[in-house]
Every structure is written in C-alpha cells, then in structure tokens.
C-alpha cells in the first residue's frame, strides 16, 4: 500500500519561498499523478497543480500561476512543491496526494500525506 | 471556477441515525463528483468517486447519488467513526472544494 510522507512544518517570512517535499514508498509512484492541495484556517481546500513523475509536466491551477513549481524525482520518489512570494494568506496545511488515474489526472486522490503546516509570519 | 454549495452547515445526530448530505454546483458537472470525509488533525479520506462509486475499502453504509448540479452523500446508519467533516470535490477543468458540512453527535 503506498505512503506519502512530507516534509516538517515550516515557518516563513513575508516574500521568501518555501519547498514541501512527499516521498512516496510501497507502491508506483511514477505512474500516478501526485497532486498539491493547501486548506488554509477556516477556510476551505485548494487545489494547487500536480504532475505524473513519468512525464515531468506539471499542470498549475490558474490560481498559482507564476508562483508555484511543482517537479517530481523519479529517483527517490519524491514530488516537491515550491511557492514563492509568500504572503501571511498562504498560512495553510500543505497536503500532497496520489491520483486514482493511471498516466492521466482523474482529479480524485485516493492516498494523501500528512500535511504539512506553512506559517508565514513576520 | 465551479463553485460548489454544501448544506447544511452542520448535522447534529445520534448514531444509528442516516446522515444525509448536499453538494450543490454553480454549473454541471455531470458526474464529475467526490465525496471526503476529514478528521480534525487528519487529511481527507475519499470515499466516493464519479458522484456514485465507492473508493477501495469504504464501507457500503456510504453511498453517493445525484449528477449535473446536484448530488447527495448518504451514510445508511451512523457509526462513532463517522463523525467528521464531509467535503465534495468537483473535477471539470481543475478541481474545487465544498465548504463542507459537519456531523457531530447529538
């Protein structure tokens, strides 16, 4: 069965930039999209752009356009997420997700990661 | 963007009870349609896809209907597990989230 596990909690500054790694294990990880949703307090789930490991393509939502990378290491089975410009609205749980759809996005995520928090404080 | 509407905000219930659930969309969606359920401190768990197909390992007190704009989540009996917060997910163009409804014990 396979796992997504991310990277610690991070706290950031206004305007800097911040990288939220998933490594998956006991499973294939380079067949399956992985995705990238954040739920800020009280507010709710956002999806941000994903990538299938298998064709290096990430797919942004238009809302993240321009500040967001998403890339995927094959090698170590782990995706990465970068935002940059942060801004005290990007405080939010960080979530990775595998795709039910095999080398395609079906948009429905059948395993996720633990989350991982973002704070960006000055 | 698709905007999805949960109702109600929250279901106060006892166990055994049928918790039924809304999602209703700005625009269709054909059957386009999740259900998750979400545990405070947890990430979501899917449990249905494509408005009516249970994810692996759901168990069949839980069942999806509906299609264009409006859909329903069905739990038949609810166990002490089941509280939580239930959110729909839409996938035309990219996905968006309900706002959620929550279940909580009576």
């Known amino acids: 069965q396979v796992q997504l596990v991310q990277s610690g909690a991070e706290v950031k500054k206004p305007g800097s930039s911040v990288k939220v790694s998933c490594k998956a294990s006991g499973g294939t990880f380079s067949s399956h999209a992985i995705s990238w949703v954040r739920q800020a307090p009280g507010q709710g789930h956002e999806w941000m752009g994903g990538i299938i490991p298998l064709f290096g393509t990430p797919n942004y939502a238009q809302n993240f356009q321009g500040r967001v990378t998403i890339i995927a290491d094959e090698s170590t089975s782990t995706a990465y997420m970068e935002l940059s410009s942060l801004r005290s609205e990007d405080t939010a749980v960080y979530y990775c997700?595998?795709?039910?759809?095999?080398?395609?996005?079906?948009?429905?995520?059948?395993?996720w990661g633990q989350g991982t928090t973002v704070t960006v404080s000055s | 963007e698709i905007v999805l509407t949960q109702s109600p905000a929250t279901l106060s219930l006892s166990p055994g009870e049928r918790a039924i659930f809304s999602c209703r969309a700005s625009q269709s969606v054909g059957s386009y349609l999740a259900w998750y359920q979400q545990k405070p401190g947890q990430a979501p768990r899917l449990l249905i896809y494509?408005?009516?197909n249970r994810a692996t390992g759901i168990p069949a007190r839980f069942s999806g209907s509906g299609s264009g704009t409006d859909f329903t989540l069905t739990i038949s009996s609810l166990e002490p597990e089941d509280f939580a917060v239930y959110y729909c997910q839409q996938r035309t163009n990219w996905p968006t989230f309900g706002g959620g409804t929550t279940v909580e014990i009576k």
């Open positions: 494509d408005a009516s």
């Open positions: 997700a595998r795709d039910m759809g095999l080398l395609r996005f079906s948009y429905y995520m059948d395993v």
